[in-house]
């Protein structure tokens, strides 16, 4: 008999990375805010590598300006580089909001970007200035994640302001999701009655119509005057899994303003989803409304439907540890069996958080924080899956093991919609559903010597 | 503050044909604040770089340098493809603290055990230096006792820009250079340098040189190997194509091994004819220039009717060509003239004087000549001039699409060869879908600008 060979050799170089940059997250959720211009404050490429990354998926403009470092500012400091990269920012884009995101060299040379900006604004004191919004990203700190939930925290730090509680104002901090996904939760929240203030909104800019002008800064986003007016909901619902609850925004609207915070999984399956309903049944004091529950009767009825060509097939889930954990959570309801969960992000919650919303397969499943795509699939190739669930990266592996890759979260670079990718709500739960089923289906109808054309 | 669309310290930077006399500035650090579509020095040695296959390509630095250029380029290999793999020794806050090289010599020796390359280049990012990381060192170390040159790459991101990273990468490739066997190498042989083989065009390029008699020793870097290129310096012509990136690199072996360099371009007719022309007047070779005008000949004859209903289309369209660098948008506007198309816009990321010169020598009146543009510049012009298509890379093509105006991606994403003459078929085809796409009628600006009445 041949010796099992080790699983996987432990690799001290991360090979194909199953996470992405912090500043690349601060830079979306940047985005999120209506009129609002990404700035990094390091070298070229940054801006220019994440632009190309960004642009690839979402398929819309992503500008984001640079300090464009030199050799004398990583010598001297990039206080003169700021300054001046702020003041051509504002003459050639005259942006509401500048988010100013660091990177792994301003944060290594010990810029003060604070007193920089500070000093900025003495220099122009008495000219109507953008909002100056900065956060530290340096990128060998977390992952694109960090940075997201780093930059929305920054955002309503500098934005929100407190005053009399606004009734039906419901501030949703939905965490890293799709455009879709974004206009998915600001619907339902508005079916109940109430008024959403969702940051960051990035629903229209990263997924937008077409134009009858060139605009320096496309259209949509949360306006500045709603992302003040936070300080002053009723409350706040905050999604996510893994994420840092002391450091939220939501955390802080609710220690800074008093604004209730209502934390959630993300909504992804049935259950996940009903949670949001019930949550919003009583802040509004309303019924869910009818067309909901006829979603979800369809969604359930489906379900049932082709339960029997789901039942017990293993799936590798890769991605954002938040994304991992709601989409398992999906699956499980459904009787897949996840056998691998894995993240490049290393929030130490993940395996808790998996037990938490799918106890029923987090015993007989691997979780793997701070994996890369090598590790995942040594880990992939010992478990037989039947399926991956995840980005685009994971195309390679899914061509090794000849199995379906059903795309979600981001990026997704090799097939075009990403952004439109639904995963939240009974909607979102639908059409998940319906792919997985379909390719398991069409995986059969392939790999069968009959062809047979009926299920 | 006012906005504008061109910030004062770009003026310069800007030329139209025949409004003013020639004097552009290029060769400049990117304003701070401008949106600039360059990358940094990093990036610069890793486009030169990444195509050797066999090699291993370790980035030094925190994640984001070896995540954003995982696999994107579409440099193919006939053999190996150790060069998709990205590795990054993802330096953490303690490594920045206490230094990486500890990380690093770890990470080379297992990587190096594991995937048995043929060389290792290490890259280094911006924080490498200022952490004071000793790579030479390192490098020096792993070679010596894993027996496999590992060579350092200065690619520190803020040290200059795109092009002190192909300069980076050419000292990179000097270290290799001259230290094969030339046994047996023909008279008649070249190397091609600076074609990228993206989407096979190497292949292209070798089999018409093959066919003319001619044989190639190395191919750098497009489907490069290492052991290639130790021994390209037996060749007896550098046929250099990309010259920003690889002008150095041959400069270096004209020096050293008296290897005379000619300059060419393989996109578009008269380019690719020039080229294969050159050579063989180069090698002076009877039965070489028989094969090359035959061969030409058969190309041409066979690519000019195929031609010929795309540029029925496309006849008068106006075209914009953003480029890494100059002396490729030359050929492009060539390419587009030979599709009847014109050039209202030419610009590139990082192109010299010489050969701006030559750019706006070879302009319509009027054009607008742009070096090192933004978003912002690019869509003034664009609408200025009415342009109907952009020729740029993926930065480029959602300012093309929100202005409703086609797109044809000329960088090293794409997954179409457009060098060659079978490219310039391809090339016609691509510009010829997105230029006559339906689409556009149903886009508000496109309507509004181009097709108030026009369209039968």
């Given at each position: 008999?041949?010796?099992?060979?080790?699983?996987?050799?432990?690799?001290?170089?991360?090979?194909?990375?199953?996470?992405?940059?912090?500043?690349?997250?601060?830079?979306?959720?940047?985005?999120?805010?209506?009129?609002?211009?990404?700035?990094?404050?390091?070298?070229?490429?940054?801006?220019?590598?994440?632009?190309?990354?960004?642009?690839?998926h979402?398929?819309?403009?992503?500008?984001?300006?640079?300090?464009?470092?030199?050799?004398?500012?990583?010598?001297?400091?990039?206080?003169?580089?700021?300054?001046l990269?702020?003041?051509?920012v504002?003459?050639?884009?005259?942006p509401?909001?500048?988010?100013?995101?660091t990177?792994?060299?301003?944060?290594?040379?010990?810029?003060?970007?604070?007193?920089?900006?500070?000093?900025?604004?003495?220099?122009?004191?008495?000219?109507?200035?953008?909002?100056?919004?900065?956060?530290?990203?340096?990128?060998?700190?977390?992952?694109?994640?960090?940075?997201?939930?780093?930059?929305?925290?920054?955002?309503?730090?500098?934005?929100?302001?407190?005053?009399?509680?606004?009734?039906?104002?419901?501030?949703?901090?939905?965490g890293?999701?799709?455009?879709?996904?974004?206009?998915?939760?600001?619907?339902?929240?508005?079916?109940?009655?109430?008024a959403?203030?969702?940051?960051?909104?990035?629903?229209?800019?990263?997924?937008?119509?077409?134009?009858?002008?060139?605009?320096?800064?496309?259209?949509?986003?949360?306006?500045?005057?709603?992302?003040?007016?936070?300080?002053?909901?009723?409350?706040?619902?905050?999604?996510?899994f893994?994420?840092?609850?002391?450091?939220?925004?939501g955390?802080?609207?609710?220690?800074?303003?008093?604004?209730?915070?209502?934390?959630?999984?993300?909504?992804?399956?049935?259950?996940?989803?009903?949670?949001?309903?019930?949550?919003?049944?009583q802040?509004?004091?309303?019924?869910?409304?009818?067309?909901?529950?006829?979603?979800?009767?369809?969604?359930?009825?489906?379900?049932?439907?082709?339960?029997?060509?789901?039942?017990?097939?293993?799936?590798?889930?890769?991605g954002?540890?938040?994304?991992?954990?709601?989409?398992?959570?999906?699956?499980?309801?459904?009787?897949?069996?996840?056998v691998?969960?894995?993240?490049?992000?290393?929030?130490?919650?993940?395996?808790?958080?998996?037990?938490?919303?799918?106890?029923?397969?987090a015993?007989?499943?691997?979780?793997?924080?701070?994996?890369?795509?090598?590790?995942?699939?040594?880990?992939?190739?010992e478990l037989?899956?039947d399926?991956?669930?995840?980005?685009?990266?994971?195309?390679?592996?899914?061509?090794?093991?000849?199995?379906?890759?059903?795309?979600?979260?981001f990026?997704?670079?090799?097939?075009?919609?990403?952004?439109?990718?639904?995963?939240?709500?009974?909607?979102?739960?639908?059409?998940?559903?319906?792919?997985?089923?379909?390719?398991?289906?069409?995986?059969?109808?392939?790999?069968?010597?009959?062809?047979?054309?009926?299920? | 503050?006012?906005?504008?669309?061109?910030?004062?310290?770009r003026?310069?930077?800007?030329?139209?044909?025949g409004a003013?006399?020639?004097?552009?500035?290029?060769?400049?650090?990117?304003?701070?604040?401008?949106?600039?579509?360059?990358?940094?020095?990093f990036?610069?040695?890793?486009?030169?770089?990444?195509?050797?296959?066999?090699?291993?390509?370790?980035?030094?630095?925190?994640?984001?340098?070896?995540?954003?250029?995982?696999?994107?380029?579409?440099?193919?290999s006939?053999?190996?493809?150790?060069?998709?793999?990205?590795?990054?020794?993802?330096?953490?806050?303690?490594?920045?603290?206490?230094?990486?090289?500890?990380?690093?010599?770890?990470?080379?020796?297992?990587?190096?055990?594991?995937?048995?390359?043929?060389?290792?280049?290490?890259y280094?990012?911006?924080?490498?230096?200022?952490?004071?990381?000793?790579?030479?060192?390192?490098?020096?170390?792993?070679?010596?006792?894993?027996?496999?040159?590992?060579?350092?790459?200065?690619?520190?991101?803020?040290?200059?820009?795109?092009?002190?990273?192909y300069?980076?990468?050419?000292?990179?490739?000097?270290?290799?250079?001259g230290?094969?066997?030339?046994?047996?190498?023909?008279?008649?042989?070249?190397?091609?340098?600076?074609?990228?083989?993206?989407?096979?065009?190497?292949?292209?390029?070798?089999?018409?040189?093959?066919?003319?008699?001619?044989?190639?020793?190395?191919?750098?870097?497009?489907?490069?190997?290492?052991?290639?290129?130790?021994?390209?310096?037996?060749?007896?012509?550098?046929?250099?194509?990309?010259?920003?990136?690889?002008?150095?690199?041959?400069?270096?072996?004209?020096?050293k091994?008296?290897?005379?360099?000619?300059?060419?371009?393989?996109?578009?007719?008269?380019?690719?004819?020039?080229?294969?022309?050159?050579?063989?007047?180069?090698?002076?070779?009877?039965t070489?220039?028989?094969?090359?005008?035959?061969?030409?000949?058969?190309?041409?004859?066979?690519?000019?009717?195929?031609?010929?209903?795309?540029?029925?289309?496309?006849?008068?369209?106006?075209?914009?060509?953003?480029?890494?660098?100059?002396?490729?948008?030359?050929?492009?506007?060539?390419?587009?003239r030979?599709?009847?198309?014109?050039?209202?816009?030419?610009?590139?990321?990082?192109?010299?004087?010489?050969?701006?010169?030559?750019?706006?020598?070879?302009?319509?009146?009027?054009?607008?000549?742009?070096?090192?543009?933004?978003?912002?510049?690019?869509?003034?012009?664009?609408?200025?001039?009415?342009?109907?298509?952009?020729?740029?890379?993926?930065?480029?093509?959602?300012?093309?699409?929100?202005?409703?105006?086609?797109?044809?991606?000329?960088?090293?994403?794409?997954?179409?060869?457009?060098?060659?003459?079978?490219g310039?078929?391809?090339?016609?085809?691509?510009?010829?879908?997105?230029?006559?796409s339906?689409?556009?009628?149903?886009?508000?600006?496109?309507?509004?600008?181009?097709?108030?009445?026009d369209?039968?």
């Amino acid at each position: 008999m041949i010796a099992a060979l080790p699983v996987s050799k432990h690799f001290t170089a991360t090979r194909n990375a199953c996470k992405l940059c912090t500043p690349l997250g601060a830079c979306l959720a940047f985005s999120g805010i209506e009129g609002a211009l990404p700035f990094l404050h390091g070298s070229q490429g940054c801006s220019t590598y994440i632009r190309r990354y960004m642009i690839s998926h979402f398929r819309e403009p992503m500008d984001i300006a640079s300090s464009n470092f030199g050799e004398h500012t990583a010598i001297f400091g990039g206080g003169k580089n700021i300054r001046l990269g702020l003041a051509n920012v504002i003459e050639g884009y005259n942006p509401t909001m500048i988010g100013i995101a660091t990177t792994c060299l301003s944060e290594t040379i010990g810029d003060d970007v604070k007193m920089f900006l500070h000093e900025f604004r003495k220099d122009h004191e008495g000219e109507a200035l953008p909002h100056l919004v900065h956060v530290a990203t340096p990128s060998y700190t977390g992952t694109h994640a960090t940075g997201y939930h780093d930059a929305v925290r920054a955002i309503v730090d500098v934005l929100a302001e407190g005053g009399e509680t606004q009734k039906g104002v419901v501030n949703l901090i939905p965490g890293m999701l799709s455009p879709a996904d974004l206009r998915w939760l600001k619907q339902v929240v508005t079916d109940f009655g109430l008024a959403p203030i969702l940051l960051p909104d990035y629903s229209d800019r990263l997924d937008g119509g077409t134009w009858s002008q060139y605009m320096k800064l496309p259209p949509g986003g949360t306006t500045i005057a709603d992302a003040a007016r936070m300080g002053q909901a009723e409350a706040t619902l905050e999604f996510g899994f893994t994420g840092e609850v002391a450091t939220s925004a939501g955390t802080l609207l609710e220690t800074k303003f008093g604004v209730p915070c209502h934390r959630l999984g993300i909504p992804m399956g049935v259950a996940a989803t009903d949670a949001l309903l019930d949550k919003l049944v009583q802040i509004s004091g309303r019924p869910v409304p009818d067309l909901y529950a006829g979603r979800r009767g369809r969604l359930v009825d489906s379900f049932i439907d082709a339960h029997k060509y789901v039942m017990g097939k293993r799936v590798v889930v890769f991605g954002e540890e938040d994304l991992v954990v709601g989409m398992t959570a999906m699956m499980a309801e459904v009787g897949l069996k996840p056998v691998l969960c894995s993240s490049g992000g290393r929030s130490k919650k993940l395996a808790e958080s998996i037990r938490a919303v799918a106890p029923e397969i987090a015993n007989g499943c691997e979780i793997h924080e701070g994996v890369d795509f090598e590790e995942i699939a040594d880990h992939a190739k010992e478990l037989a899956p039947d399926l991956l669930v995840g980005n685009s990266k994971g195309y390679k592996l899914a061509r090794e093991l000849n199995i379906p890759l059903i795309r979600v979260g981001f990026p997704i670079h090799d097939r075009i919609g990403g952004a439109r990718i639904l995963h939240v709500g009974y909607d979102g739960a639908q059409a998940r559903f319906d792919s997985i089923a379909n390719s398991l289906l069409e995986m059969r109808q392939q790999d069968s010597n009959v062809g047979f054309t009926y299920f | 503050m006012t906005t504008s669309d061109i910030l004062e310290a770009r003026k310069a930077h800007i030329h139209e044909k025949g409004a003013a006399p020639f004097n552009i500035a290029c060769e400049k650090q990117s304003v701070a604040g401008s949106v600039s579509q360059r990358a940094c020095v990093f990036c610069g040695s890793r486009v030169v770089l990444y195509p050797i296959a066999d090699a291993l390509h370790v980035i030094h630095g925190p994640i984001g340098c070896a995540a954003y250029t995982w696999d994107i380029r579409g440099a193919w290999s006939s053999g190996p493809q150790l060069h998709r793999m990205s590795f990054s020794t993802d330096l953490q806050e303690k490594d920045v603290i206490y230094g990486g090289e500890k990380k690093l010599y770890q990470a080379l020796v297992e990587l190096i055990e594991h995937y048995r390359p043929k060389a290792a280049f290490i890259y280094s990012t911006c924080i490498v230096g200022l952490i004071g990381d000793d790579v030479e060192a390192i490098c020096r170390r792993i070679s010596a006792e894993t027996g496999v040159e590992t060579i350092p790459v200065h690619s520190e991101g803020f040290k200059g820009s795109k092009k002190d990273g192909y300069s980076a990468a050419c000292n990179a490739l000097g270290q290799l250079v001259g230290t094969g066997d030339t046994t047996g190498i023909s008279p008649l042989s070249i190397n091609i340098l600076g074609d990228f083989n993206i989407a096979g065009e190497t292949w292209v390029i070798k089999d018409y040189y093959e066919k003319m008699g001619v044989e190639v020793v190395a191919t750098i870097t497009g489907d490069g190997r290492v052991d290639d290129i130790r021994r390209c310096h037996g060749a007896a012509l550098n046929v250099v194509q990309c010259s920003g990136s690889m002008t150095q690199l041959a400069t270096m072996m004209k020096e050293k091994y008296g290897i005379p360099i000619i300059r060419v371009s393989y996109f578009g007719i008269e380019d690719m004819s020039k080229a294969l022309y050159d050579v063989a007047e180069y090698l002076n070779d009877k039965t070489v220039m028989q094969n090359t005008k035959n061969l030409v000949r058969d190309e041409v004859s066979k690519l000019i009717p195929q031609l010929r209903r795309y540029k029925q289309d496309l006849k008068g369209k106006r075209a914009a060509v953003y480029t890494g660098g100059a002396f490729k948008a030359l050929s492009m506007i060539r390419s587009l003239r030979t599709l009847g198309m014109k050039t209202v816009i030419a610009g590139s990321q990082t192109g010299n004087k010489q050969d701006y010169a030559r750019l706006q020598e070879l302009s319509d009146e009027g054009t607008i000549i742009l070096d090192d543009t933004n978003p912002l510049e690019l869509a003034k012009f664009l609408e200025e001039k009415q342009a109907d298509l952009l020729i740029g890379g993926v930065k480029e093509r959602p300012i093309a699409y929100k202005l409703g105006l086609g797109f044809c991606d000329h960088n090293h994403e794409r997954k179409i060869g457009l060098a060659g003459f079978e490219g310039m078929l391809n090339f016609a085809k691509e510009v010829h879908a997105t230029v006559t796409s339906p689409v556009w009628k149903l886009a508000a600006l496109r309507g509004r600008l181009h097709h108030s009445g026009d369209e039968s």
